[in-house]
């Protein structure tokens, strides 16, 4: 490695650091993740048949019964799983729906590990309307 890569890379490494550790620098709060109490809930009764050893699989196999697998207007499409105290908790948000009321979608489903597998305890809803840009567990009109 040349002596002037090594510098570039200690110099911008030292300054990122700095910047980092600088308590003049406003720091950026965590998005707020929204509480179960925040979603319309869904009835899960049809669903609790399905599980999986892994949650996403689970998820995967609800959602695909909840929504368009390829709805018009889609965007995108993110998952994510947080895991506490033998529970895993799935946010599954689309963007970009078909709607003229509604600009996203996102859903909360709850699972508890039953005999070594995922299984569907609860699941919510929230939209996210096209006049105030705000989610909500309320319908948009």
């Known amino acids: 490695m040349s002596a002037l890569l090594v510098f570039l890379l200690t110099t911008t490494i030292g300054q990122s ?18 509480k179960k109490e ?3 809930p869904v009835d899960v009764t049809p669903f609790q048949a399905i599980s999986d050893i892994d949650p996403k699989i689970v ?4 959602l695909g019964r909840f929504t368009n697998p390829q709805p018009e207007g ?11 105290s033998g529970k895993a908790v799935v946010t599954h948000t689309i963007t970009g729906v078909a709607d003229d009321s509604v600009a996203a979608v996102k859903y909360r489903l709850e699972m ?7 299984q569907l305890t609860w699941a919510g809803k ?3 309307c096209r006049t105030d840009k ?3 567990k309320a319908r948009c009109g």
């Open 17 to 34: 650091i700095a910047q980092e550790s600088d308590p003049k620098q406003p720091q950026e709060s965590p998005p707020k993740t929204p």
């Open 38 to 40: 925040d979603y319309a």
């Open 59 to 62: 998820a995967f196999r609800t």
């Open 74 to 84: 889609l965007k995108s499409e993110s998952i994510s799983v947080s895991y506490a």
């Open 112 to 118: 508890s590990l039953v005999g070594g597998k995922w």
């Open 126 to 128: 929230q939209q996210k």
């Open 134 to 136: 705000k989610w909500t």
